[in-house]
Each structure stands twice: as structure tokens, then as C-alpha cells.
């Protein structure tokens, strides 16, 4: 239970994390990315409105260069062209002036493959400029304007943004190296301090676990004294029903005792013989004990077993959970009903367990609720169906040991307790 407690404590911790990781990252990149569009538009724009050139004088206008996001130095390194096409796509003039990587012949295969693309796509509004878009050529990757048609002709400008592209990219992979160095650190020490931080938790079940071992042993001499005496009045003055309430309420008690020290051995993980046993055989024996109970009950039991299903496991702790899943059956199933018994291999480590059983007032039972120590389904905890309400969570210690899932579903008047994941 503890190292169960302890693992989901540490998956939940390192996933939250990584789910604010990622959130935080991931909208930096998007952030820096945005940021790199908006400037690249506005540089585009700008050689755009100035008919294909950034004005050699723009160094001098300190406000323009702040607004672009411009240095000295990146305003002279900038490497665009722009080519002026007419209103069929053709090439009227190149400006090739302030780039080297490409001649006229990929300029107008740039233009043309532009032009095309904005006639798909493209909506233009008065005099501004189109949306942004890219283009590869020579492992280049360029940025690329239309500006709104005048007078039968559209100026195209491209600039090289091969490095605003590698920059996204460096951002991007840092991150995620970042991101998995930090969730790895995370996890170590999350891990390491996982026992301390759950100190508290660990100390409280483990006074539980004593309390009711010893509480357990402290019960047993009174109820043996009770019943011993019991038993003597009986064999002094005869059976009655004050007599016969006082030992059913004994046994009950005893029985109630028995398995909360059960629970508690086996949170304990004490004494547990783990072995491959074959859960078909042990299923098929432990069903034929129950069919006497049905039979008295009007009720029939069926059941479909696959054969030489093998798991691994102990052979008194599997027949404790099949007892007590059947007896749940038996006691709760409609009168003439019907308790179908199944088992079956999903796979290696999927070997699946199940009991149904008739039960057409299962709509108001909480089935997520089904395993919690003394719930009971009959809210009043009617007394003309005994139990403590202590049964189904002893097979969820039981499932819960052998890291498998027991989950109860109810639909169409039909109550199935599944026990899935056994492992081979």
C-alpha cells in the first residue's frame, strides 16, 4: 500500500510539473515566434510601400529603425529581393541588388510559384499588403509580401529569413532539452524525498495497521468468553432465541474481526506464498462449493472458463476474493436470478475475472463506492442482508496487492464485479 501511495505520488508530482513545463515552453516559443513573424511583416511591409528598397537613409531615422526592430547592423545585412510580375504572373523587373544566393532564373520561379499561390488564396483589401507567407529555394528559407494589385502589375518582395528560422528552431530544441532537465531533476528529487513527504500519511496508516491487529487480538478473549458462556447456559437451561441471537452476534463479530486482521496481514505483505497457480481450476472449484447455496436460494449458477489460464499469485488469497465476490452474488442476486462465473486471457499480463449477478435494484448503488471499507449498497444497511460492508474491500486489498484492477459496473438490471490485469 505504502510504495502504491508512494508511486502514485510521484507520477502525479512529475506529471503536473511536465504539464506546467510544457504550458510555460510552449508559449515562450510561441511568444518568440510571433515576435519573429511580426518583424519579419514589418520589415516586408515597410521595402514593400518603398517600391522593393529599404531606403539607404534609414539608419537616420531612429524611429522607424525601433519600430522594425532594426540595429545599424541588421539593416545592412538584411538579404531580400523583390520582383515586379503583371497581371499573369510574368516577370516585368528584377531587383536582385541585395542578395547573392539567388539569380533570375530562381527569382522567377520564386515569382511565378508566389503568384500562383496568392491567386489560390489570396484576399486583398485597399492598397495593403498580403499575409505572410514562406518559401524554400537552395536551403533558403524566404519571407515572402504581394502587395494589392496597381496598375496591371504586383510587386513581390522576398527576404531571407534562414535565420529567424534557425533561431525558432535553437529556441525550440534548448527548450526541450531545458524541459526534459528539468522534469529528469524533478523526478530525482521527488523520488529521493517522496518517503519523507508522505512521513505523516505512512505513520498514520501504520498506527492503523497496529491498532487493529491489536485490537483484534484484545477482541477475540471476550468473544470467546461471551460465546464459552453462551454455550453453558444454552447446555444448563436450553436453546432459545436470546441464546441463539447472542452467539449469531458473536460469530458475526468474530467473522468482522477476522477480516479487518485479514486487511491488515495483507497490507502487511506477510506470509504470502506467491506461485503460478491455475485460476481456472481454483475458479472452477471454488464455484461448485457456492451452487448448494444457489440451489436453496432458487438461483443459477453458470459459468465460462477458459481453460489453464495461469497467474501468479497465492492460492489462499485468490480463493479468499473469489468467496467473497461469490458470497456478494449469492447474497444480493434477485430471487430465481441468475450468477454467471467467467474467466478469460487477454493476454500475457491481462488475465481476466468476473461475476455477475442479477440485481434489478442496482441503480442507486454507487459503484465507485462499492470497495470502500463498511459501504454498503442498501444505505439503510438493512439487516435482512448480513455483512459488514468489509467483503469488497478486502478484494480490493486483495487486487490492489497483485497490481490488478476490480471495478463493478451495473447496467441492464445486471451487477459484474471484474478483476482484470492478473499477471501471468
Request: charged residues 20%; aromatic residues 8%; neutral net charge.
Amino acid at each position: 500500500m505504502i510504495k502504491s501511495l508512494q508511486r502514485k505520488f510521484i507520477v502525479i508530482a512529475t506529471c503536473s510539473v511536465a504539464v506546467i513545463l510544457l504550458a510555460v515552453l510552449g508559449l515562450i516559443n510561441i511568444m518568440y515566434i510571433h515576435q519573429s513573424n511580426n518583424e519579419i511583416q514589418s520589415v516586408l511591409g515597410y521595402i514593400s510601400k518603398n517600391h522593393g528598397e529599404l531606403p539607404s537613409n534609414i539608419k537616420n531615422d531612429k524611429q522607424t529603425m525601433n519600430r522594425l526592430q532594426l540595429t545599424d547592423e541588421s539593416s545592412s545585412q538584411l538579404r531580400y529581393f523583390s520582383v515586379l510580375v503583371d497581371q499573369n504572373g510574368n516577370p516585368l523587373r528584377y531587383d536582385l541588388t541585395h542578395i547573392s544566393a539567388i539569380n533570375r532564373s530562381s527569382a522567377k520561379k520564386m515569382a511565378k510559384a508566389a503568384f500562383k499561390n496568392q491567386n489560390q488564396s489570396s484576399v486583398f483589401s485597399d492598397n495593403t499588403v498580403n499575409q505572410l507567407r514562406r518559401f524554400h529555394q537552395n536551403n533558403l528559407s524566404f519571407a515572402y509580401f504581394i502587395e494589392a494589385p496597381q496598375d496591371d502589375a504586383q510587386l513581390i518582395v522576398f527576404m531571407d529569413v534562414t535565420y529567424f528560422d534557425h533561431s525558432n528552431r535553437e529556441i525550440m530544441k534548448f527548450s526541450i532539452i531545458f524541459g526534459l532537465f528539468c522534469l529528469l531533476c524533478f523526478f530525482i528529487v521527488v523520488t529521493l524525498f517522496s518517503r519523507r513527504v508522505l512521513h505523516p500519511i505512512i505513520e498514520n496508516s501504520e498506527k492503523q495497521k497496529r491498532f487493529i491487529t491489536n485490537a483484534g487480538h484484545e477482541l477475540k478473549t471476550p468473544l470467546s468468553v461471551i460465546s464459552a458462556n453462551t454455550e453453558v447456559m444454552e447446555a444448563l437451561s436450553g436453546e432459545n432465541e436470546w441464546t441463539q441471537s447472542t452467539l449469531n452476534q458473536v460469530d458475526r463479530m468474530n467473522s468482522l474481526v477476522n477480516n479487518l486482521m485479514a486487511i491488515s496481514r495483507l497490507e502487511e505483505q506477510q506470509n504470502l506464498q506467491i506461485s503460478t497457480i491455475d485460476l481456472s481450476q481454483i475458479t472452477s472449484d471454488v464455484a461448485s462449493e457456492y451452487r448448494g447455496a444457489a440451489m436453496q436460494k432458487n438461483l443459477t449458477l453458470s459459468t465460462t472458463i477458459q481453460e489453464h489460464v495461469r497467474i501468479k499469485a497465492e492460492k489462499e488469497t485468490l480463493e479468499e476474493l473469489l468467496n467473497i465476490l461469490l458470497e456478494n452474488a449469492v447474497k444480493y442476486c434477485d430471487p430465481g436470478g441468475t450468477i454467471t462465473v467467467h474467466v478469460a486471457s487477454r493476454g500475457f499480463n491481462n488475465k481476466i475475472l468476473s461475476v455477475s449477478n442479477t440485481y434489478k435494484n442496482g441503480s442507486h448503488v454507487d459503484t465507485s463506492k462499492l470497495f470502500e471499507r463498511f459501504y454498503r449498497g442498501d444505505t439503510s444497511h438493512n439487516n435482512k442482508i448480513e455483512g459488514s460492508g468489509i467483503g469488497l474491500s478486502m478484494a480490493k486489498g486483495i487486487a490492489d496487492f497483485y497490481n490488478a484492477q476490480i471495478k463493478a459496473d451495473w447496467a441492464d438490471g445486471i451487477m459484474t464485479m471484474t478483476l482484470s490485469n492478473l499477471k501471468s
